[in-house]
């Protein structure tokens, strides 16, 4: 779900810069995420977490032992994150004075459509790990983009999602849902750069990094090993 995406919600409440609705991140469970994320790293490593949104990935890590640097630039979701550092900050810009042994890099933000700013995401991830660290990133699987279909759905206690849009033309995916909660109903379009593993490998290399491994059956996320500076 890359930036330059469009967001609603109908009963008002606010939608990031993104065009991520928060209310919409607040109410989505955190799912498998911060499992992945925590068998990754070391026992209570502390985490940078770049393009936190409104906490679900970050309360859980907490929850499971870490410190958790939590970065995103908008105030509104921010708000809702209730443990560990909160930084209001583009993550592109982004230059805390201390490195980390686990960045993350979440939801699909390295698969920007946005001339640079996948560049500048990595160079980020790059400043701010150890040498010795790990960067973890979620990418938009090609397998998945490749079969999602307008008018799937999924539901589930909480909410009932339909996926309204989805084409894949030319290694792009114009993506939208549709989420039902309770009487609120949240829109999201988003456009995702698809890349195979072999150019994901490339984009990831010429950002300094060495694809270490796939933590998932899905290869979605990636631990990504620092090369040597
Ligand atoms: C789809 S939401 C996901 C939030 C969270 N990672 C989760 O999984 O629940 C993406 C988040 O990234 C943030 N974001 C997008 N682009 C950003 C940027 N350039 N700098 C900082 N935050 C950004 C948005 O504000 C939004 O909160």
Redesign the pocket.
């Known amino acids: 779900?890359s930036?330059l995406g469009r967001g609603t919600a109908s009963d008002g409440s606010p939608v990031?810069?993104?065009g991520?609705p928060?209310g919409l991140?607040r109410a989505?469970p955190a799912g498998r995420?911060p499992e992945i994320i925590h068998r990754a790293v070391p026992p209570a490593a502390p985490i940078l977490?770049?393009?936190?949104?409104?906490?679900?990935?970050t309360h859980e890590l907490t929850a499971l032992g870490h410190h958790v640097v939590a970065?995103?630039?908008?105030a509104e979701?921010l708000a809702h994150v209730h443990t560990g550092t909160r930084v209001h900050?583009?993550?592109?810009t982004l230059a805390l004075p201390e490195r980390f042994p686990a960045v993350v890099l979440?939801?699909?933000?390295v698969n920007?459509i946005v001339p640079g700013?996948r560049d500048a995401?990595l160079k980020t991830c790059h400043r701010h790990v150890t040498d010795e660290g790990l960067v973890l990133v979620q990418r938009t699987s090609p397998t998945w983009a490749t079969a999602l279909k307008a008018g799937h759905t999924v539901r589930s206690d909480r909410m009932v999602l339909t996926i309204t849009e989805a084409r894949l033309e030319s290694g792009v995916l114009y993506a939208a849902q549709e989420c039902r909660h309770g009487d609120t109903t949240w829109t999201?379009a988003w456009t995702d750069v698809v890349y195979s593993d072999r150019e994901f490998e490339e984009v990831v290399r010429a950002a300094g990094f060495a694809l270490l491994r796939w933590l998932d059956q899905d290869q979605e996320w990636a631990a990504l090993q620092p090369l040597p500076r």
């Open positions: 779900m930036p990031a810069p993104d991520s928060v991140y989505f995420e977490e770049l393009g936190c949104g409104a906490g679900r990935i970065v995103d630039q908008s979701m900050a583009d993550i592109e979440a939801s699909y933000l920007t700013q995401f999201h």
